[in-house]
């Protein structure tokens, strides 16, 4: 257990794909005028300040330009082709040494809140063991809250298969927060004007 009035919690924000079903950087596409990889840090860095990392891989540059000024650190996936599981294990590769938990945000889930990403942070008990994740349309994902225990196993993902695994492992104590605007994700263009629409 750590002092949980003391938790270092970084938030990972995901912005390293492709996105070859929507056709184009949907990471710069915009809701409210405002590019979907900048909303994902505001939500991120409400809850975490500067312990916030970016990462970015497919045209990063214009990615990581979308989102400047930024607090906290850019991270640059050259793997990213070989899926979202790449990018998790290189952020929890660069700030294992430096946090007790870190909680994997994506960016095209526009509607995620500041609010619901502290409320994650405020479920933590603090133990090592322990993993705070979104429960919405039935599923359970992201954003979701990994201890320092999970590291290990975030480190070692591979491929497009991201971290719901480690829910139905049995060395974590699994907790969540019904949030269901995290249902709505962006894929493809439809998705964008469907969410844009009065």
């Not at 970015?56 to 050259?78: E, Y």
């Not at 889930?109 to 603090?126: E, I, K, N, R, Y």
Request: glycine fraction near 8%; hydrophobic fraction near 50%.
């Amino acid at each position: 257990m750590i002092d949980v009035s003391n938790k270092r919690v970084y938030a990972v924000v995901l912005a390293a794909g492709s996105a070859s079903r929507f056709g184009a950087p949907k990471q710069l596409a915009t809701v409210d005028g405002v590019p979907l990889v900048k909303r994902a840090l505001a939500a991120a860095g409400s809850a975490c300040g500067n312990h916030v990392a970016l990462v970015v891989g497919a045209d990063w540059q214009a990615v990581s330009s979308a989102c400047m000024p930024m607090d906290g650190f850019l991270l640059v996936n050259d793997q990213f082709a070989d899926g979202l599981g790449s990018s998790i294990a290189l952020a929890v590769r660069s700030l294992r040494h430096v946090a007790d938990a870190i909680i994997v945000v994506l960016a095209d889930q526009p509607l995620v809140t500041g609010h619901h990403v502290s409320a994650l942070v405020d479920m933590w008990s603090g133990d090592d063991a322990e993993i705070i994740a979104t429960a919405f349309a039935g599923t359970l994902g992201p954003p979701a809250l990994f201890a320092r225990g999970c590291f290990d196993k975030l480190m070692a993902l591979q491929g497009d298969a991201g971290a719901r695994s480690l829910f139905a492992d049995e060395r974590f104590t699994l907790k969540k927060i019904t949030f269901e605007n995290a249902a709505i994700d962006i894929d493809v263009p439809a998705d964008l004007q469907k969410l844009r629409q009065p």
